[in-house]
């Protein structure tokens, strides 16, 4: 693995990322969502979990991730102890 900066790494700009959208945009045609989503629809009709999902998450968004935290019978930490301290009136 490597690590440090190099040429190419990290997140691309805004403006690469508009420019790609907009290349993708005269490739793909206007129409071309359209047809994606109902080619999805149609897996999803046919049975297919994965493409029920991803409609469903798309549509309603995900659902939340749940954290299960075991503790092996030991009480959680509670908030420490607030201590006030008189700085007194002057």
Do not use: C
């Amino acid at each position: 693995m490597r690590g440090g900066a190099r040429q190419g790494a990290g997140r691309k700009s805004k403006a690469e990322e508009l420019k790609l959208a907009e290349t993708m945009d005269i490739i793909l045609g206007e129409d071309w969502v359209e047809s994606v989503i109902k080619s999805v629809k149609a897996e999803a009709l046919k049975g297919s979990f994965q493409h029920q999902q991803l409609l469903l998450a798309y549509k309603y968004g995900k659902p939340q991730d749940k954290v299960d935290v075991t503790t092996n019978g030991k009480d959680l930490p509670t908030s420490k102890e607030i201590v006030f301290r008189d700085y007194g009136k002057k």
